[in-house]
């Protein structure tokens, strides 16, 4: 277990606490120090962190991260999440943190003037996995008001560090911080405790939308596409959930709000044979038939786009990742490649290919078709031709002609989508 100590007031309070949880229980802990790089004063945190554990014989671990600044992101956010990156990877699997009622009350108004949902309204919760590494995250401060901190703080002659960050009211959370609480607190004493119960209400009714998502994606998600019927039989709000949790499943940002009722009105409401395409950043959603897939939006690429293979296990392509593995009696034989020209190309138009041996030789538009595989696909998927023999097609299989003999070693190729 370690705690993520700032040097701030409340990871003090939090560190002195487990202090006195390990002389009369045997607790330990060890201390990690999150180094931003982004005051003039950040090394000075971290001697102090480093000599205040050294004092109790607290093991400590200090993690120097980088802030790449992206437009239309503050820093505060970038900063918060290479924090968490760092936790996450710091080798412990619990971790405590010290915010307080204080931060939970701040981080509930700006969500709300985000305009964010149920989710995001239930702000932090008191405990979470980290699902990359299954890292627990502990705020056992979280219903403590900054005031009786203060007071612990004083009562037992702690000593802080203190940001001068906090103090600068251009960023959002010091102007509520400064601004508004104080007047809030004239009129609403007891503030932090009701917007910590609503904070408490709202998770539960996000998990509750969580779990109802869950139960409408076991009958409309099948790997990375979306039934797009099911969609249609659901009450627009219900739909909206599923398509948000789908997105979720499929590890892509979340458009904002107007843009994904948009995505769910064209899936809903286009007709059978419309190509539907809606575009959120770098991300898309796509319609064929009754399928949906969202996916990162690939590079065009002009209709002659072609590349050698000399060999190689891997190719990296345009938004997907080609493998080639050997295996005996499978694939592509190897002995009928060799000394030849291999190249991957995208259609022409004309091609015609024979997957099975006791079929004939069809033409690859109808084969296509017949797969299922949506027509933005169909332009964009890498062929394997030898000479002007076209070899292996994805999700199809090897033309007769090339397939490996049961004492042969075959070469048998996989993509593999890259998000």
Request: hydrophobic share 40%.
């Amino acid at each position: 277990m370690a705690l993520a100590l700032s040097g701030g007031l409340d990871s003090v309070v939090l560190f002195d606490l487990l202090l006195s949880l390990r002389q009369s229980q045997g607790f330990d802990f060890s201390a990690i120090h999150v180094h931003h790089g982004l005051s003039p004063n950040a090394d000075q945190w971290e001697v102090f962190c480093s000599q205040l554990c050294q004092r109790h014989a607290v093991p400590f671990q200090a993690k120097r991260v980088e802030i790449a600044r992206r437009p239309r992101q503050s820093l505060e956010a970038l900063a918060r999440e290479a924090r968490y990156q760092a936790l996450a990877h710091s080798g412990h699997e619990v971790i405590f943190l010290a915010q307080h009622a204080d931060d939970q009350a701040e981080t509930l108004f700006l969500q709300l003037l985000r305009g964010a949902g149920p989710k995001g309204l239930g702000a932090m919760p008191e405990e979470r996995t980290m699902p990359e590494t299954g890292v627990r995250l502990l705020r056992p401060l979280l219903d403590i008001p900054r005031p009786l901190l203060e007071a612990y703080a004083a009562q037992h002659q702690l000593e802080w560090v203190d940001d001068e960050s906090n103090r600068n009211p251009a960023y959002d959370r010091n102007f509520l911080r400064h601004e508004i609480f104080p007047r809030l607190e004239q009129r609403f004493p007891g503030y932090r405790q009701t917007l910590g119960r609503a904070c408490r209400h709202l998770a539960e009714a996000g998990e509750l939308l969580e779990e109802l998502a869950s139960l409408d994606a076991e009958s409309a998600v099948k790997g990375e596409l979306l039934d797009v019927r099911v969609l249609q039989a659901l009450s627009p709000a219900r739909a909206a959930n599923l398509l948000r949790h789908y997105l979720t499943l499929q590890r892509l940002p979340l458009p904002d709000t107007e843009r994904l009722h948009e995505a769910l009105r064209q899936l809903r409401e286009a007709k059978d044979d419309a190509q539907v395409r809606v575009r959120f950043g770098e991300f898309e959603i796509r319609r064929y038939h009754w399928q949906a897939v969202a996916q990162k939006a690939k590079p065009e690429l002009p209709p002659d786009w072609s590349q050698a293979w000399r060999g190689e296990e891997q190719l990296e392509l345009p938004g997907v990742q080609l493998n080639f593995e050997r295996r005996k009696g499978e694939g592509i034989s190897l002995a009928m490649l060799e000394n030849r020209e291999v190249t991957l190309r995208f259609r022409r138009g004309g091609e015609r290919f024979q997957p099975s041996c006791a079929r004939p030789n069809r033409s690859l538009k109808n084969l296509l078709q017949e797969s299922g595989t949506p027509p933005w696909r169909r332009a964009s998927l890498p062929l394997l031709f030898c000479g002007e023999q076209l070899v292996w097609v994805p999700g199809i299989g090897v033309d007769c002609a090339y397939q490996a003999g049961a004492s042969e070693i075959g070469l048998v190729p996989s993509t593999r989508s890259r998000h």
